[in-house]
């Protein structure tokens, strides 16, 4: 292959915005905002189709959720279809703190849920918005070291795991790939940073 035809990447930095298909204005800033918390901070028309509104709401992190209105399209909760290619649901980031309230915010206006589901490195409950589409509300169990990614944790906690052949990442993975992290990463005056135990010494 010559060089005027040699493949190279195209690097993705993170997610930019993920837009969906919504139904009237009021349910989209309802749900999003009214359910989920989610500040309503742009707004304007959709400018590929003069009929439809374009809202964005701010999901937490600065980047973005948008959503496409049409005053003619109503609520449908039947379940958008999982085929192959489609989405099978959005997966939103909560703290251990708000994740435990969740059943019962959702149960005070009737919405069905999973429950907690234990995932191993997190917990997850899931639902369906107005619309139909699956909703995952996640909590990570752990917290990266100082300058880590929650990326980084999970590659090496996957390492452990296969290492031990173990069937799914646990929380002792984690752990273990924190301390493996922290070693690797942060600096110490000590020679020997292994496991000790101070305690009972005369």
């Given at each position: 292959m010559d060089k005027?035809?040699?493949?190279?990447?195209i690097?993705?930095?993170?997610?930019?915005?993920?837009?969906i298909?919504g139904?009237?204005r009021?349910?989209?800033i309802?749900?999003?905002e009214?359910?989920?918390?989610?500040p309503?901070?742009?707004?304007q028309?959709n400018?590929?189709?003069?009929?439809e509104?374009?809202?964005?709401?701010d999901?937490?992190?600065g980047?973005?959720?948008?959503i496409?209105?049409?005053?003619?399209?109503?609520?449908?909760?039947?379940a958008?279809?999982?085929d192959?290619g489609?989405?099978h649901?959005?997966?939103?980031n909560v703290?251990?703190?708000?994740f435990w309230?969740?059943?019962?915010?959702?149960?005070?206006?009737g919405v069905?849920h999973?429950?907690?589901?234990d995932?191993?490195?997190?917990?997850?409950?899931?639902f369906?918005?107005?619309l139909?589409l699956?909703i995952?509300l996640?909590?990570?169990?752990?917290e990266?070291?100082?300058?880590c990614?929650?990326a980084d944790?999970?590659?090496?906690a996957?390492?452990?795991?296969?290492?031990r052949g173990?069937?799914h990442?646990?929380?002792?993975?984690?752990?273990d790939?924190?301390?493996?992290?922290v070693?690797?990463d942060?600096?110490?005056?000590s020679?020997d940073?292994s496991?000790?135990n101070?305690y009972g010494?005369n």
């Amino acid at each position: 292959m010559d060089k005027a035809n040699e493949l190279k990447l195209i690097q993705t930095q993170g997610v930019h915005h993920i837009t969906i298909i919504g139904a009237d204005r009021q349910t989209s800033i309802d749900f999003w905002e009214g359910v989920l918390g989610m500040p309503f901070v742009f707004d304007q028309p959709n400018l590929d189709n003069p009929n439809e509104g374009h809202l964005y709401f701010d999901p937490g992190d600065g980047r973005l959720i948008t959503i496409f209105t049409n005053e003619e399209r109503k609520p449908d909760a039947t379940a958008v279809p999982e085929d192959t290619g489609s989405l099978h649901h959005l997966a939103l980031n909560v703290s251990q703190a708000t994740f435990w309230q969740i059943p019962e915010r959702l149960d005070a206006r009737g919405v069905k849920h999973s429950g907690p589901v234990d995932r191993g490195f997190m917990d997850s409950i899931y639902f369906r918005d107005p619309l139909g589409l699956r909703i995952e509300l996640a909590s990570y169990r752990f917290e990266p070291p100082e300058g880590c990614r929650h990326a980084d944790v999970m590659i090496e906690a996957h390492r452990i795991r296969v290492a031990r052949g173990d069937h799914h990442i646990d929380k002792e993975h984690l752990a273990d790939a924190i301390e493996k992290l922290v070693q690797r990463d942060q600096q110490s005056l000590s020679s020997d940073r292994s496991a000790r135990n101070p305690y009972g010494r005369n």
